[in-house]
């Protein structure tokens, strides 16, 4: 089976065609990264996989299922970590709580946590190693401890697939570092992992697939297949740069971010 | 020396009380970032109040204008979370400027055909007076305050996980429109059973203060709101005490006592923080 299967699938926001007839295969489980420029579509592409989003033409399927006609279903298999300046920093929620989030939206009001819960939230908080700020507010902690957080509210419902958006925005090289570790052990498990980043050097070594993608899939494969000069300059221009550097592949997107 | 147990007083005890319990609409506008909407739900609960007056002398109906008040809030605040969802948190603001716009225009047009006796009436509703409270006014307030607790606890949960996080939310499938909605109704519910208390041009002080005086010590979202209803609590019995003592309008009074909560409190933390 495969995690991710899109057929001609484009998506329309606001009239703007966002994506344009993508092509996708991914296996399960898999780790991908998706790479592009900002505006190419990445967070559109994940909102699509969610149901939160409706193609326009094409077809989507995402565990074999339907994320247009069975969003319920796709939402309870697949844990999303949105970026981290999506949440809102009005709200004192301490960290526990927010994990325990994604174990109370499936409950009927007034969705009160049984022992099970808490059983289940403490058992995510041990595993992702945030004993010491469980019980902190989640505006105070540092972008590492946040992101930290976040995924293990999506990883709190034992999902069999998990969609990150821009997990290493504003995280050190530490936190990076035990994020990526976290998710290979994920991966070990048997959940298949697609991640939005920028910077695609730190998770080239831990990656099965690469998708590069400019509103439709430019190059999708292994990384050091997709990760060329002249199939990067199709998209980021003429003034990209590949350096190898065993194991490392690096590009360097001199004017990605102008 | 009036009587601490004289009726009126009584009354405006039981309104006070009432009052903390629906103060935590204060605390859900700032989590949800519309810290000013409970003000500008206030004043569009001024028009209504008005039209309600007016449709009641005009008809002989029974009509209370304090359930029309509380109607209107709440649609303009309904209306103002739909254009909010299409175009942002710019297109609330604008919304609700011209809520309060229509609520402000309502007021002075119907205030200018009222007789005197009504206009006194009307009044009450701008700048309050929890110490002239009618029977059926406590009544009304307690049903809307109760309705509104048993709304706000079954759904606590779903009103914090919008405010902190509405992608995330809906991406864990959760109807996040329909409970934004049902936040802008509170918020709107609220507002018009502050005005009542303090009035129109008040509300903002009395419910806003207390909330984010409270977030600024409050560990978690439940201290939050516990701490909002706490200083709400000690801003109406304190507001009430100055006002007895000193011969000064009750509503005003009230809404100083929980601004200067506001101010000690950010003083003392500076000063805290300083040691």
């Given at each position: 089976m495969n995690s991710v299967e899109a057929s001609g699938l484009t998506v329309k926001l606001n009239g703007f065609e966002v994506l344009r007839d993508v092509n996708l295969s991914l296996n399960h489980p898999s780790f991908t990264a998706i790479i592009g420029p900002n505006g190419a579509g990445k967070t559109t592409l994940l909102k699509t996989i969610l149901g939160l989003l409706k193609?326009?033409?094409?077809?989507?399927?995402?565990?074999?299922?339907?994320?247009?006609?069975?969003?319920?279903?796709?939402?309870?298999?697949?844990?999303?970590?949105?970026?981290?300046?999506?949440?809102?920093?009005?709200?004192?929620?301490?960290?526990?709580?927010?994990?325990?989030?994604?174990?109370?939206?499936?409950?009927?009001?007034?969705?009160?946590?049984?022992?099970?819960?808490?059983?289940?939230?403490?058992?995510?908080?041990?595993?992702?190693?945030?004993?010491?700020?469980?019980?902190?507010?989640?505006?105070?902690?540092?972008?590492?401890?946040?992101?930290?957080?976040?995924?293990?509210?999506?990883?709190?419902?034992?999902?069999?697939?998990?969609?990150?958006?821009?997990?290493?925005?504003?995280?050190?090289?530490?936190?990076?570092?035990?994020?990526?570790?976290?998710?290979?052990?994920?991966?070990?498990?048997?959940?298949?992992?697609?991640?939005?980043?920028?910077?695609?050097?730190?998770?080239?070594?831990?990656?099965?697939?690469?998708?590069?993608?400019?509103?439709?899939?430019?190059?999708a494969g292994k990384p050091e297949d997709v990760l060329k000069e002249e199939i990067l300059k199709r998209v980021y221009g003429d003034r990209i740069g590949v350096y190898s550097h065993e194991p490392c592949i690096m590009f360097v997107p001199r004017d990605s971010h102008g | 020396m009036v009587d601490p147990l004289s009726p009126f007083l009584v009354k405006a005890y039981v309104a006070i009380l009432l009052m903390a319990g629906i103060s935590i609409s204060g605390s859900v506008s700032v989590l949800r970032g519309i810290a000013y909407m409970p003000a500008e739900a206030a004043h569009a609960a001024l028009g209504g109040a008005a039209l309600g007056i007016l449709v009641s002398h005009v008809t002989n109906m029974t009509l209370d204008p304090y359930v029309v008040a509380a109607m209107f809030a709440s649609v303009t605040t309904l209306f103002a979370g739909y254009v909010g969802r299409r175009g942002g948190p710019e297109a609330i603001a604008a919304a609700l400027a011209g809520a309060l716009t229509l609520g402000v225009s309502i007021y002075a047009f119907v205030r200018y055909i009222l007789p005197a006796n009504l206009r006194v009436?009307?009044?009450?509703?701008?700048?309050?007076?929890?110490?002239?409270?009618?029977?059926?006014?406590?009544?009304?307030?307690?049903?809307?305050?109760?309705?509104?607790?048993?709304?706000?606890?079954?759904?606590?949960?779903?009103?914090?996980?919008?405010?902190?996080?509405?992608?995330?939310?809906?991406?864990?499938?959760?109807?996040?429109?329909?409970?934004?909605?049902?936040?802008?109704?509170?918020?709107?519910?609220?507002?018009?059973?502050?005005?009542?208390?303090?009035?129109?041009?008040?509300?903002?002080?009395?419910?806003?203060?207390?909330?984010?005086?409270?977030?600024?010590?409050?560990?978690?979202?439940?201290?939050?709101?516990?701490?909002?209803?706490?200083?709400?609590?000690?801003?109406?019995?304190?507001?009430?005490?100055?006002?007895?003592?000193?011969?000064?309008?009750?509503?005003?009074?009230?809404?100083v006592v929980a601004s200067l909560t506001y101010v000690g409190t950010m003083l003392g933390k500076r000063l805290f923080q300083k040691r």
């Amino acid at each position: 089976m495969n995690s991710v299967e899109a057929s001609g699938l484009t998506v329309k926001l606001n009239g703007f065609e966002v994506l344009r007839d993508v092509n996708l295969s991914l296996n399960h489980p898999s780790f991908t990264a998706i790479i592009g420029p900002n505006g190419a579509g990445k967070t559109t592409l994940l909102k699509t996989i969610l149901g939160l989003l409706k193609p326009q033409s094409g077809s989507i399927r995402v565990m074999g299922l339907d994320p247009t006609k069975e969003p319920k279903k796709v939402r309870s298999m697949v844990g999303y970590v949105p970026q981290r300046d999506r949440v809102s920093f009005f709200v004192p929620m301490r960290a526990k709580d927010v994990i325990a989030m994604s174990r109370l939206v499936w409950k009927r009001p007034p969705r009160w946590a049984t022992k099970r819960d808490e059983a289940a939230v403490k058992k995510v908080v041990s595993m992702v190693g945030i004993e010491e700020i469980a019980d902190r507010r989640f505006d105070e902690l540092s972008g590492g401890q946040q992101q930290k957080v976040l995924i293990a509210r999506a990883i709190v419902s034992e999902p069999s697939m998990l969609l990150l958006d821009e997990p290493f925005n504003g995280v050190d090289v530490r936190s990076q570092s035990e994020i990526m570790s976290l998710l290979m052990s994920l991966r070990e498990k048997g959940v298949s992992i697609l991640m939005v980043t920028h910077d695609v050097s730190d998770v080239i070594h831990i990656i099965d697939n690469l998708v590069l993608l400019h509103r439709t899939v430019v190059a999708a494969g292994k990384p050091e297949d997709v990760l060329k000069e002249e199939i990067l300059k199709r998209v980021y221009g003429d003034r990209i740069g590949v350096y190898s550097h065993e194991p490392c592949i690096m590009f360097v997107p001199r004017d990605s971010h102008g | 020396m009036v009587d601490p147990l004289s009726p009126f007083l009584v009354k405006a005890y039981v309104a006070i009380l009432l009052m903390a319990g629906i103060s935590i609409s204060g605390s859900v506008s700032v989590l949800r970032g519309i810290a000013y909407m409970p003000a500008e739900a206030a004043h569009a609960a001024l028009g209504g109040a008005a039209l309600g007056i007016l449709v009641s002398h005009v008809t002989n109906m029974t009509l209370d204008p304090y359930v029309v008040a509380a109607m209107f809030a709440s649609v303009t605040t309904l209306f103002a979370g739909y254009v909010g969802r299409r175009g942002g948190p710019e297109a609330i603001a604008a919304a609700l400027a011209g809520a309060l716009t229509l609520g402000v225009s309502i007021y002075a047009f119907v205030r200018y055909i009222l007789p005197a006796n009504l206009r006194v009436v009307l009044d009450g509703y701008l700048v309050g007076d929890i110490l002239i409270l009618k029977d059926s006014e406590i009544a009304m307030l307690s049903i809307l305050t109760i309705a509104y607790m048993i709304i706000f606890t079954l759904f606590y949960n779903e009103i914090v996980y919008v405010c902190f996080d509405p992608e995330g939310a809906e991406a864990m499938g959760m109807n996040v429109s329909l409970y934004d909605f049902m936040i802008f109704f509170l918020i709107g519910l609220a507002g018009s059973v502050a005005t009542k208390a303090v009035g129109s041009l008040l509300v903002y002080a009395l419910v806003i203060a207390p909330a984010i005086t409270a977030k600024e010590l409050s560990g978690s979202v439940r201290g939050m709101l516990v701490l909002t209803s706490a200083i709400t609590l000690l801003a109406g019995y304190g507001g009430l005490a100055v006002s007895l003592l000193f011969d000064m309008p009750s509503g005003g009074s009230i809404a100083v006592v929980a601004s200067l909560t506001y101010v000690g409190t950010m003083l003392g933390k500076r000063l805290f923080q300083k040691r």
